[in-house]
């Protein structure tokens, strides 16, 4: 990226909300900047990432409940299942 570079739109954040933003808006022909401060792991909805679990020591039996597994549903019926 230059500094004479031009974007439509700069979205900040590339969690759920930013991600999807700057998706729609490539989809409708946007040239869209989509600008992420590092990778990292983050909960995300209150979760706590299995990584984090192994890192911090966190015995199983402290643990509510473990979600194995998402799906997301699109407004079309589409349905994706990802395992965690």
């Known amino acids: 990226m230059s500094?004479?570079?031009h974007?439509?739109?700069?979205?900040?954040?590339?969690?759920p909300a930013?991600?999807?933003?700057?998706?729609?808006?490539?989809?409708?022909?946007?040239?869209?900047?989509?600008?992420?401060?590092?990778?990292?792991i983050k909960p995300c909805g209150g979760a706590i990432p299995p990584k984090l679990l192994q890192e911090f020591?966190?015995?199983?039996?402290?643990?509510c409940t473990r979600v194995n597994g998402a799906g997301v549903i699109a407004p079309s019926g589409k349905r994706v299942d990802m395992p965690i």
């Open 3 to 5: 500094s004479g570079d």
């Open 18 to 40: 930013g991600a999807t933003t700057a998706c729609e808006l490539a989809d409708l022909g946007y040239s869209v900047l989509l600008l992420e401060r590092a990778a990292r």
């Open 7 to 15: 974007f439509d739109a700069i979205v900040v954040g590339g969690g």
């Open 57 to 63: 020591d966190i015995p199983e039996s402290i643990l």
